[in-house]
C-alpha cells in the first residue's frame, strides 16, 4: 500500500518530538547521485545534499560496494576492544590531508559535535587550561559544551537555561555587515582585558567558513593574524571543518586556502558519504596529551563507516572532485550572479569559496534589514517546482547550496532556472 507524504507527515507530528525540525514536509523513498525521489514518486533536484554530508552524491556506486565488502567481514567490535585495519588506514590519510608541516595524530569518533567535543578536551589536556573563545555566527554542535560554542540561541539553546561557562565569543570578520579584520581581532584583544587572562584560553575555535552563520569565508590575512595570536599566548587553534572539509570548497580542508595550518582540526559530514563518521585531527603532542581511555566512543570509528570514508577518498581522486567542485562553484556563482543583476534590490550578495554557495537576500537593497521572508518564499517555491534548498544566517536571511559535487551540469543550470523563477514570482 503506497503512503502519501501528508500521511507520513500526520504519524511523524505524533510520534516525533516537535523539537526535531523539518525543512520540507516530504519523505524519501530512495536517491541517486543529486536526485532524491519522495513516498509518492516525485523527483527533485537536491541542491542540499544531506546539509553538507553527500559531497560524492546520493548511493555511490564505489562507496555502496565499499560498505556491502566490510558488511559481509564485521559491523562493530569497538575499536577499543578489537582494533581493525579500516580505522588505521583512514587515520593515516586524514593525517596525510590535514594542513600542516608536523606530526599528526587522528581520532575518528561518529558525529560533528562529538568531534568538537573532543578537540575541547584535548585542548583543554594539553594546555592546562580550560577557557574556549568562539565566533559570533558560529555553528559547533547541539551537545551541551558545542551549543555554549554556537552563536544563535534559537532554536539550538533556546529555553534550555545557560550553557557551560567558560566560553568568550569574538566577532567573525564580516566586510558585508561592517566587521573588520582589525575589529574582529581587537575583540579577541576585548576579552583578554575584559573576561579572561590569555592564561586562561585552551584553544580558539572557528569555521574558515561559517556554515549555520551564512556561509561567511575568513579573510586569509585574518587567518595569519589570528594563527600569530594564538602563538604569542601559547593558545591552540582548533579549525571546525566538519561543514566545510570533504572537499567542499574546492581544496580537501578548506585551511589549505588559508596560508596556515590550525592545531587540531575537527571533520565530518562528506566525509563518509553518508555514514555516521566524525574525527579531530591535530599535532601528535596534543592529540597524545590525554592518558589511554580518555577518549573514544562505543560507535567512534565505526568499521563501516571508515570503509566508506576510505571509498570516498578513492572516488575523489578518481573522479578528479576537487576540480569538479571548482567548476561547479563557478558554474552556479555565475547563474546565480546573474540572477542577483536582475533583483538587486533583494539579493545583496552572492558568495562563495569553491561549491559551498550562498545568496544573501536584504529588503529594498538595505544590508541592515534581512529579508528571511524572502528566502522562506524561494525555499517553499523552489520545492514546489522541484529543487531542494537550504536556508541559513544568523536571520534566516541566506540561501545556500551544497549540491553533490557529482551532480551533471544539466542539473545545475535546471536548479539555476528554477531559482530565477521563484525570484520573478517574489
Known amino acids: 500500500m503506497s503512503k502519501t507524504n501528508a500521511e507520513l507527515m500526520a504519524r511523524r507530528t505524533a510520534a516525533v518530538p516537535r523539537g526535531v525540525g523539518q525543512i520540507h514536509p516530504i519523505f524519501a523513498e530512495s536517491a541517486k547521485n543529486a536526485t532524491v525521489t519522495d513516498v509518492e514518486g516525485r523527483e527533485f533536484i537536491d541542491f542540499a545534499g544531506g546539509i553538507a554530508v553527500l559531497n560524492t552524491g546520493h548511493v555511490h556506486p564505489k562507496i555502496i560496494a565499499a560498505v556491502t565488502e566490510q558488511l559481509n567481514k564485521l559491523t562493530h567490535t569497538c575499536f577499543q576492544v578489537l582494533a581493525y585495519e579500516p580505522y588505521v588506514e583512514l587515520c593515516e590519510k586524514i593525517n596525510a590531508k590535514v594542513p600542516g608541516d608536523f606530526a599528526k595524530k587522528t581520532l575518528l569518533v561518529t558525529t560533528g559535535s562529538e568531534a568538537v567535543e573532543n578537540a575541547?578536551?584535548?585542548?583543554?589536556?594539553?594546555?592546562?587550561?580550560?577557557?574556549?573563545?568562539?565566533?559570533?555566527?558560529?555553528?559547533?554542535?547541539?551537545?551541551?559544551?558545542?551549543?555554549?560554542?554556537?552563536?544563535?540561541?534559537?532554536?539550538?539553546?533556546?529555553?534550555?537555561?545557560?550553557?557551560?561557562?567558560?566560553?568568550?565569543?569574538?566577532?567573525?570578520?564580516?566586510?558585508?555587515?561592517?566587521?573588520?579584520?582589525?575589529?574582529?581581532?581587537?575583540s579577541i584583544e576585548r576579552i583578554f582585558k575584559n573576561d579572561a587572562e590569555?592564561?586562561?584560553?585552551?584553544?580558539?575555535?572557528?569555521?574558515?567558513?561559517?556554515?549555520?552563520?551564512?556561509?561567511?569565508?575568513?579573510?586569509?590575512?585574518?587567518?595569519?593574524?589570528?594563527?600569530?595570536?594564538?602563538?604569542?599566548?601559547?593558545?591552540?587553534?582548533?579549525?571546525?571543518?566538519?561543514?566545510?572539509?570533504?572537499?567542499?570548497?574546492?581544496?580537501?580542508?578548506?585551511?589549505?586556502?588559508?596560508?596556515?595550518?590550525?592545531?587540531?582540526?575537527?571533520?565530518?559530514?562528506?566525509?563518509?558519504?553518508?555514514?555516521?563518521?566524525?574525527?579531530?585531527?591535530?599535532?601528535?603532542?596534543?592529540?597524545?596529551?590525554?592518558?589511554?581511555?580518555?577518549l573514544g566512543g562505543t560507535y567512534a570509528g565505526s568499521p563501516i563507516a571508515c570503509a566508506a570514508a576510505l571509498a570516498v577518498m578513492e572516488v575523489f581522486e578518481e573522479e578528479h572532485l576537487l576540480?569538479?567542485?571548482?567548476?561547479?562553484?563557478?558554474?552556479?556563482?555565475?547563474?546565480?550572479?546573474?540572477?542577483?543583476?536582475?533583483?538587486?534590490?533583494?539579493?545583496?550578495?552572492?558568495?562563495?569559496?569553491?561549491?559551498?554557495?550562498?545568496?544573501?537576500?536584504?529588503?529594498?537593497?538595505?544590508?541592515?534589514?534581512?529579508?528571511?521572508?524572502?528566502?522562506?518564499?524561494?525555499?517553499?517555491?523552489?520545492?514546489?517546482?522541484?529543487?531542494?534548498?537550504?536556508?541559513?544566517?544568523?536571520?534566516g536571511n541566506v540561501l545556500r547550496v551544497l549540491v553533490p559535487l557529482t551532480a551533471p551540469d544539466e542539473q545545475l543550470d535546471k536548479g539555476l532556472a528554477i531559482i530565477e523563477e521563484c525570484f520573478s514570482e517574489l
Open 323 to 395: 576540480d569538479r567542485c571548482k567548476a561547479v562553484g563557478e558554474r552556479l556563482v555565475t547563474g546565480l550572479k546573474a540572477i542577483q543583476a536582475k533583483y538587486p534590490a533583494v539579493i545583496g550578495e552572492v558568495r562563495a569559496l569553491g561549491a559551498m554557495i550562498a545568496v544573501e537576500l536584504f529588503e529594498n537593497g538595505d544590508s541592515h534589514k534581512p529579508n528571511a521572508a524572502a528566502v522562506a518564499s524561494v525555499v517553499a517555491k523552489a520545492r514546489d517546482k522541484g529543487l531542494i534548498l537550504l536556508s541559513c544566517g544568523t536571520y
Open 198 to 294: 590569555p592564561k586562561d584560553i585552551a584553544a580558539i575555535i572557528i569555521e574558515p567558513v561559517q556554515g549555520e552563520g551564512g556561509f561567511y569565508v575568513a579573510p586569509k590575512e585574518f587567518m595569519k593574524r589570528l594563527r600569530a595570536l594564538c602563538d604569542q599566548h601559547g593558545i591552540l587553534l582548533i579549525a571546525d571543518e566538519v561543514q566545510t572539509g570533504a572537499g567542499r570548497t574546492g581544496t580537501f580542508f578548506a585551511m589549505e586556502q588559508m596560508g596556515v595550518a590550525a592545531d587540531l582540526t575537527t571533520f565530518a559530514k562528506s566525509i563518509a558519504g553518508g555514514f555516521p563518521l566524525a574525527g579531530v585531527c591535530g599535532k601528535a603532542e596534543y592529540m597524545d596529551a590525554i592518558a589511554p581511555g580518555g
Open 120 to 186: 575541547v578536551k584535548i585542548a583543554r589536556a594539553a594546555t592546562g587550561r580550560a577557557g574556549v573563545i568562539a565566533f559570533t555566527g558560529a555553528y559547533h554542535g547541539r551537545t551541551m559544551m558545542t551549543l555554549g560554542l554556537t552563536g544563535k540561541v534559537v532554536p539550538y539553546s533556546a529555553g534550555m537555561g545557560l550553557m557551560p561557562g567558560g566560553i568568550f565569543r569574538a566577532l567573525y570578520p564580516n566586510e558585508l555587515h561592517g566587521v573588520s579584520i582589525d575589529d574582529s581581532i581587537a
